[in-house]
Structures are given as structure tokens and as C-alpha cells.
């Protein structure tokens, strides 16, 4: 968490909102991107696939995700090798230099989960 933080905060991911709405739809901005999609969830696992798109037109790929909730707070994390392909497509798209450093760090984890813990706002 501490490797990751530097980069989290110059990405902008530090201030990353996601807002889910009833209807599975769900969007993840950040201070550069905004990224869009579908939430289902999985019937056998019970984990959560997310299905982004970037500019709400460009497929960008989907992913496992693994909700923890906790009061307020919910970690929502994903498979390493995954979170570097979305990072690495966001980046391209939004043209931020940062995502090379954060993506080279989360090549070292192979095989582990990293993400985002983020507070309820009413």
C-alpha cells in the first residue's frame, strides 16, 4: 500500500468517487479519467464483474471484482494482472505519464489484489 500510494495520489486516484446506480451502472472518476460501465454479478462466485468503458463509447475491458464492506467503507479490489491492463488502457487513453510508474510497480505483485478502499458519501 505504501508503493502504491505515491502513485495512487499523482494519478489522481486519491480522489477517485465511484458512484453505482440502481440500475448497475456504475462510474469511476478520477481527476484525468472518467470511467463508465456495467456491474453484474456472478452467480457462482458471488464476486462482482465490472464491464468499463472510457468516454462512455470505448470498451476498455472487463474485470473480477472483490468487494469487501465494512460500515461506510468498502474495499474494492482486483486481480493485478487485470487492474494493470485497465490502468494501462486508461492511461493511453488519457494520455498521463504516471500510469507507466504505477503499472511497473503492480507488475511486481503478480498473482495478489490491489485497489481502492473508499467512504460512503450521502
Given at each position: 500500500e505504501a508503493k502504491l500510494a505515491p502513485y495512487y495520489k499523482t494519478a489522481g486516484l486519491t480522489s477517485l468517487v465511484?458512484?453505482?446506480n440502481a440500475d448497475s451502472t456504475f462510474t469511476f472518476k478520477a481527476r484525468m479519467i472518467t470511467l463508465n460501465g456495467t456491474i453484474t454479478r456472478d452467480s457462482?462466485?458471488?464476486?462482482f464483474i465490472f464491464?468499463?468503458?472510457?468516454?462512455?463509447k470505448i470498451k476498455v475491458g472487463s474485470m473480477e471484482g472483490f468487494i469487501v464492506m465494512n460500515?461506510?467503507?468498502m474495499e474494492l479490489t482486483f486481480d493485478v494482472t487485470k487492474l494493470m491492463t485497465l490502468v494501462e488502457k486508461a492511461g493511453s487513453l488519457s494520455g498521463n505519464s504516471t500510469i507507466k510508474g504505477l503499472t511497473a510497480i503492480l507488475q511486481q505483485y503478480d498473482g495478489m489484489t490491489a485497489g481502492f478502499?473508499?467512504?460512503r458519501q450521502d
Open positions: 465511484m458512484t453505482i457462482e462466485s458471488g464476486n464491464n468499463f468503458k472510457a468516454f462512455k460500515g461506510n467503507r478502499e473508499l467512504q
